[in-house]
């Protein structure tokens, strides 16, 4: 599968996942949520390459999308993934809450992206 077909992937699962949790659906948001981090694994199997794709949707047109790739890439990518994580922090709502939560314990050195 060619990595740019695994990026909108994640990025479609991310989006079908906000959009079950804002029509109160959280099993259906939980299938996206799963579908995402398979997502992310298969494309952090392909090393640089796999990170490239997804930093592609650091600058995706839905908020949701970046802040969950800049989630996602925080941990090697921190000089891509922090500025998306803080402008989203400064709005109001789910997705920014999320944002600061993350940058929160990214400033506290308590940080750790459990995917495995």
Same mark, same amino acid.
């Given at each position: 599968?060619?990595? &740019? @077909?695994?990026?909108?992937?994640?990025?479609?699962? !991310?989006?079908?996942? *906000?959009?079950?949790? =804002?029509? #109160? +659906?959280?099993?259906?948001?939980?299938?996206?949520? @799963?579908?995402?981090?398979? *997502?992310? @694994?298969?494309?952090?199997?392909?090393?640089?390459? #796999?990170? +490239?794709?997804?930093? !592609?949707?650091? @600058?995706?047109?839905?908020?949701?999308?970046? !802040?969950?790739? %800049?989630?996602?890439?925080?941990?090697?990518?921190?000089?891509?993934?922090?500025?998306?994580?803080? &402008?989203? %922090?400064?709005?109001? #709502?789910?997705?920014?809450?999320?944002?600061?939560? !993350?940058?929160?314990? =990214?400033?506290? #050195? *308590? =940080? +750790?992206? +459990?995917?495995?």
């Amino acid at each position: 599968m060619r990595l &740019e @077909k695994l990026a909108d992937e994640f990025a479609q699962n !991310v989006s079908a996942q *906000t959009d079950a949790i =804002w029509n #109160g +659906d959280a099993r259906t948001g939980n299938k996206h949520a @799963k579908r995402y981090v398979a *997502t992310f @694994k298969k494309l952090r199997n392909h090393g640089d390459a #796999g990170r +490239d794709a997804l930093a !592609v949707l650091l @600058k995706h047109p839905r908020m949701d999308v970046r !802040v969950k790739a %800049a989630i996602y890439l925080l941990l090697e990518r921190p000089t891509q993934a922090l500025p998306v994580l803080e &402008e989203a %922090a400064k709005s109001k #709502g789910m997705i920014p809450f999320e944002a600061s939560q !993350v940058l929160k314990y =990214w400033s506290e #050195g *308590t =940080w +750790d992206l +459990d995917v495995d």
